[in-house]
């Protein structure tokens, strides 16, 4: 079967290679996690910020062949982010635009100037990790677009093999709708798409209760 134009993820379609880009905040006191900051205070929410972060960031570290970028938005004075940048062996970049769905567009735009298959996923998300990476490129060999889903309503990663900017813009960020929302513009620009299995994150505190067994049980089980 012929297979032209087709690469595993790896490797390079027309010289042009795989890229991962993971969105995060920069990990400053008061400035991450809100929703668990209101029960678990402030300073907790920080130090569960940085877990989940560096666990992202060990996650696009094992995914093999491929670029990587961690696109930070906010200050960064103690310069943490360029630190767990330079520690994982990704490229630091900053986001830029008026809100999410525009930084995520940009980004993405960015990162297609200079390859083929783009991913960019956020840092709560725990289940995300290099099998799941690389199920996402490979569904860009067939479709224009990859989408893991969560079971809030939300997605936490996407990825795409064109500019799609019309997915992301006056979306309801933060709503259980923007899945939905998301497939309703797929179908209305005549663009396929491919759906991981759901996926869950961490935005409350019984979401952290859940990574914490969940991490007892990836040990338990090896």
Do not use: N
């Not at 991962?20 to 920069?26: E, N, P």
């Amino acid at each position: 079967m012929s297979r032209v134009g087709y690469a595993e993820p790896g490797g390079a379609i027309d010289g042009r290679r795989e890229l991962v880009i993971l969105f995060a905040r920069s990990p400053r006191l008061g400035q991450v996690k809100s929703r668990l900051a209101a029960t678990l205070g402030a300073a907790a929410a920080l130090q569960a910020y940085r877990e989940l972060l560096e666990h992202a960031l060990a996650a696009v570290a094992s995914c093999p062949g491929i670029e990587r970028w961690l696109c930070l938005t906010g200050d960064d004075p103690h310069g943490e982010g360029a630190a767990l940048a330079a520690r994982f062996g990704l490229r630091l970049a900053s986001q830029s635009g008026a809100d999410l769905g525009e930084r995520m567009a940009r980004a993405l735009r960015d990162g297609l100037a200079g390859h083929a298959r783009v991913v960019l996923i956020g840092c709560d998300c725990p289940p995300i990790d290099a099998a799941v990476l690389q199920a996402a490129l490979r569904a860009l060999a067939s479709h224009d677009l990859v989408f893991g889903p969560t079971e809030d309503g939300g997605y936490a990663l996407v990825g795409t093999r064109m500019p799609c900017d019309a997915i992301f813009g006056s979306m309801e960020w933060g709503t259980a709708s923007v899945m939905s929302q998301t497939r309703e513009r797929l179908r209305a620009e005549g663009l396929s798409a491919f759906e991981l299995p759901t996926l869950w994150d961490v935005d409350e505190a019984a979401d952290w209760a859940r990574f914490q067994a969940w991490k007892s049980h990836q040990v338990e089980g090896g």
